[in-house]
């Protein structure tokens, strides 16, 4: 696992490679503080688990369930379009075109990458390295990259 770091705002601190941490790291640095958090965690772990079976190779999460915000609402993720995908076996919500779907049934707001080709700084996943909400010089945020 590796040792994360926070700004001073509490969120995740930017580096240049994602954080590489396995559910069960997720789960200890992330998802059992609180009600929210479990919830939050066994829905992501389940989003996971799903798309890893039917052959997703990378998966990031960001947002604020990899921060220190004490009751996030969801765990942002995207995830890597690849040609061995098993879609019978991808659950239909992140088959769907919009995003509520897998919202309410993971409590994940997530987004397919790499259907298209684009550069990096297009994708959902760069999308995820920033927080407008923050100070201009503290707006690039880290994620993490889940390990299996």
């Known amino acids: 696992m590796d040792d994360l770091r926070f700004s001073q705002y509490g969120l995740l601190a930017p580096r240049e490679e994602p954080y590489l941490l396995s559910l069960d790291d997720i789960r200890s640095q992330f998802g059992s503080a609180n009600h929210s958090r479990r919830n939050i965690f066994q829905g992501l772990s389940a989003a996971v688990d799903n798309m890893l079976s039917s052959s997703v190779e990378r998966i990031v999460v960001g947002g604020s369930f990899v921060s220190l915000k004490k009751h996030p609402r969801d765990a942002d993720i ?4 690849n040609n061995n995908i ?6 239909d919500c992140f088959q769907q075109p919009h995003r509520r779907a897998a919202r309410a049934k993971y409590l994940v707001d997530q987004k397919i990458d790499g259907l298209r080709e684009c550069a990096y700084e297009m994708s959902h996943e760069y999308f995820l390295r920033s927080n407008t909400r923050m100070p201009a010089d503290s707006q690039t945020v880290g994620i993490v990259l889940v390990t299996y």
């Open 78 to 81: 995207a995830w890597w379009f």
């Open 86 to 91: 098993n879609w019978q076996q991808l659950d």
